[in-house]
């Protein structure tokens, strides 16, 4: 794609290493006006090669037109996943990614020895099987040989980030192993789970505790500053000498693309649910519903995660044998609370609240109510049900939600918008799909260069005001 039109502007690029793929946005530093982008796949699994997310982000860039015109880069990544390095740079193992389970034993043991409050109280978290820190006591506990091989422990912003600036192993790394070189931002530590967002330091015997002895961790830098420059990536359309951002966690990155301020929470509907919000005072809930962490800007964000969002709608479609636009027709065909069909979401258990092993269940089956359209009505009203759970979460842990931007493939669906201005007691926004992740890294990249916090505007699809129906909160919670 030519980037004449925006030649004469400063360009930024933003960069988000998701689960799925890479993607790259450059974009204009005045006003965030996207100029070219490309994407390249990762592998599916639950732990990957890290090479894997390099070899996409070098093809990404490429497919973007390479960085020659760009001023300054910044990656946002996937939160919690555990990179283990020896001490020449070396991946010790395949990463083990957020979503990897493998670990939940490990994390009930951490929470066992320190106390769910305690934990709480000292960084925001309380353990659960997709952050770091229990994953590293899972790599001690079925792989010790590994363990005691692990000198340094990054998270793949950081690692990427590393990478970007010709660090690592091997010839190809013109910079050399150097592990005290590793750098990551204040939101993406937050995620570990031996990082405190209220503090802002590592908590040494937590590490310990988890890996077994004390390793190298990433230099938390500041919201507005550079932890290194690029080098050693010419051939792959990335110049030497550009300056590396501090980078986020995948959903401060959102945040930061999305614009979003003090007071106004984000209900994201992918694959899993989430459900977050900026605030002036960090989060410590002894639960573990809500997890404590930081964002981008310097603020904090509590955060609750669902696992069961998306892909209730395409379980139920694919049951009544229709595409999601024919399951939202049928939806709005029923009438809130469908005839008093409930749908308990929990296909694959659930997260938040933690049940793991739980199943979803069908309530209120009567001849009237067992119709196609209230099965529809019913996964729809029951997957918002479950993000609406969330949303009292943060509440508890004492954020107040004054808005709300939805966001997601199935923030698009009419069905959906419609429930959600009945769920929720909030004014609703829906932007305009993009990915908001990559825009909030370069956001980061040209606030940085400025010294300052850029404004970059957002288009929106359409405002909901709240059409409140109490009856579909009540039935849910009745069951």
Known sequence: ??????AAEELVAGIDSSTQSCKVVVCETASGRIVRQGRAPHPPGSEVDPEHWWRALREAVAAAGGLADVSAVAVAGQQHGMVALDEQGRVVRPALLWNDTRSAAAAERLRAEFGEAALAARTGLVPVASFTVSKLRWLRDAEPARARSTAAVALPHDWLSWRLAGYGPGHASPRGPRLDALRTD?????????????????????????????AQLPEVVGPLGFGATTAGGAEHGIPDG??????????????????????EAVISIGTSGTVFGVSAQPANDPSGSVAGFADARGAFLPLVATLNAA???????????????????????????ARGLVLQPYFEGERTPNRPDATATLFGMTLASTRR???????????????????????????????AALVGGAAQNAAVQRVASQVFDLPIR??????????????????????????WPVEHLTRLEPAHEPVIREQYRAR
Request: with cysteine; glycine share 14%.
């Open 1 to 6: 794609m030519s980037a004449d039109a925006g």
């Open 186 to 214: 204040r939101s993406d530590a937050s995620g570990t789970g031996y990082w405190s967002a209220s503090s802002g330091d590592y908590d040494r015997e937590l590490l310990r505790a988890a890996l077994g002895h004390d």
């Open 242 to 263: 550009l300056p590396i951002a501090a980078g986020s966690g995948d959903n401060a990155g959102a945040a930061l693309g999305l614009g979003v301020t003090s007071g």
């Open 311 to 337: 892909r209730v709608l395409d379980g139920i479609a694919a049951l009544l044998g229709v595409d999601h636009a024919e399951l939202g027709r049928l939806a709005l065909a029923s009438p809130p609370g």
């Open 373 to 403: 359209e209230h099965l529809a009505r019913a996964a729809i009203e029951g997957m918002l049900c479950g993000l609406a759970d969330g949303l009292n979460a943060l509440r508890r842990a004492g954020f107040s939600a004054q808005s």
């Open 430 to 455: 829906i932007p305009r799909p993009a990915e908001y992740v990559a825009i909030g890294a370069a956001r980061q990249a040209a606030s940085a260069l400025r010294g300052e916090w850029r404004h």
